[in-house]
């Protein structure tokens, strides 16, 4: 044995998201689907995860692709690759937050094989795409072998590690809506120097309208809390104004509110220091979402 | 159960049965033979496992060979052809691009998908791409010189 292995499991490639569910429902809460694997195989290996079968989604029809809908939303499949993400014309003029978010996930052997279907129902507490999942105000799609439904972004990250998901629904999809004329959005991280984690990474998206008034504005804030967590005191202070340095600096001093109590603290950084960043890089993303605006 | 895996690797055909949990890097090398795809860290992190699937730079230690199934695959055994090295292994020889020469056939496979994904890359876009790639010896500096000469003997930079 030349490689570290994980504990043995059984082994499906359904080729429809029905026979997927059906197999969830059949292993009780004791498989795991497997998309692009990069984060599943890790924590296999560590034994934090000993599923006893793995659902590969690899072969399900429908899961991948990026389109761009007639009402102006785009709909993003569950196994879109980051480097897909990071490469298609559309998300990079419509929605460039997700571009810059999985350009700065890990590298680039990671890129070709993670997933935003991955990411989202994984939901690691320092994941990049969850922040941005919420600041572009995304519907997760999702689905089991009898219905199908649409979560909110907002009600989407429940816990460490934990969503709305239930234990028998894929998640499909994303969809993006339509950005209003007069909107930016941007993600910028600070990555722990090894792993490219986010230690604090924050999504913004800004509407400003012909008088150069914020009407709209959500963050997403991941790295800092359990989860990926909406901003909505630092919204608030933006809504209604116009983005000055001064109001963005204002709105970035309440960063973290909404996380507060609630800060990580670990080896990477304590939550000092993490409420600290939360704060700078509010003021960075929400500035950066303006640029975009404008530009 | 195993599985059956039919997978081209280096343009040969295989198809075998492997338990779930096979990992990719392992087939290849317990399996096939193919030990140039080197295994270091096991957690994804240093890239010295690094091949080409369907062209696509993996760390093969982080994937299941089940998954591979169908794909073709691309070792550092299957660079040269016809007793010629690739021009990424001419460039790496050229300019000095190891020491010791545990990562370098990871470090060769990611440069093949750089140039072919832009094959006038700059400094920057060498050292990012290279990211994935861990070398204990050199400082990388002759490994990113080796890519840039990789690319400016291709007709590029």
Redo the contacts between chains.
Sequence with gaps: ???????????H?PTSVREASQALSRYRGDAKL?AG??SL??MM?LRIASPQA?I?L?NVEGLRGITENDDGSITIGAMTTY?ELVTSDVINSKAPAIAQAASQV?????R??GTIGGSLAHADPAGDLPAVAVALGMEINSASARSSRSISCDRFFRGYLETALRANEVLTGVTVPAQAEGSGSAYVKLANK???YAIVGVAASVTIDGGGICTEARIGITGAGPHAIRSRRAERILVGKELTESVINRAAQRGGADIAGMFNDDVHASAEYREAMTKVYTARAVSAAVACADA | ?N?EVTITVNGTEHRLQV?????L??LL??ELDLTGTH?GC????C?AC?VLVDG????S????A??A?GSSVTTVEGLASNGELHPIQEAFREMHGLQCGFCTPGMMI?AV??LERNPSPSEAEIRS?L???LCRCTGYHNIVRAVQHAASSAGGA
Excluded: E
Excluded at chain 2, 42 to 45: A, I, K, M, N, R
């Design positions: 044995m030349t490689t570290g292995t994980t504990d043995p499991f059984a082994y490639a497997l694997g990069h195989i890790p290996k793995i590969d690899r480097h890990a590298d680039t052997q990671v070709n094989w090894a792993s490219h | 159960m599985v338990q779930p949990r096979t990992l890097s392992t090398r317990d295994v096991d957690t994804s992190s890239g690094t696509n730079a993996t760390k230690c982080t994937m299941f089940a998954q199934d990611t998908q750089i791409g990211r994935g790639n």
